[in-house]
């Protein structure tokens, strides 16, 4: 479930946030800037690695009280909730180094 709320969760926040502060920016008809959606994209980024960090965390404790002949299933289980770390951390990584 956190790894679902992890992929999911951070990015409807930033889809929502961004309407919202565009929506704000345009009634009086004011220019629009897009600082602030990358800004918000940054900081769901950045919820992201945190969520689905914490997930791998538990998904790897989780595996290793099971007894020594893993099954391949809980493994790949593993790294399925590691998949939405990798692109939000390149992204953030990319955006904030250069």
Not at 35 to 51: K, N, R, Y
């Amino acid at each position: 479930m956190l790894g679902v709320l992890g992929a999911v969760g951070p990015f409807a926040w930033a889809r929502l946030e961004i309407a919202s502060v565009y929506s704000h920016q345009g009634e009086g008809g004011h220019y629009i800037c897009g600082l602030p959606a990358m800004a918000i994209l940054m900081a769901a980024s950045m919820g992201t690695m945190v969520l689905s960090g914490t997930a791998v965390v538990f998904g790897l404790l989780a595996l290793r009280a099971i007894p020594s002949p893993r099954p391949p299933t809980r493994v790949f289980e593993v790294f399925m909730l590691a998949l939405p770390l990798l692109p939000a951390g390149l992204y953030l990584g990319f955006s904030l180094l250069g």
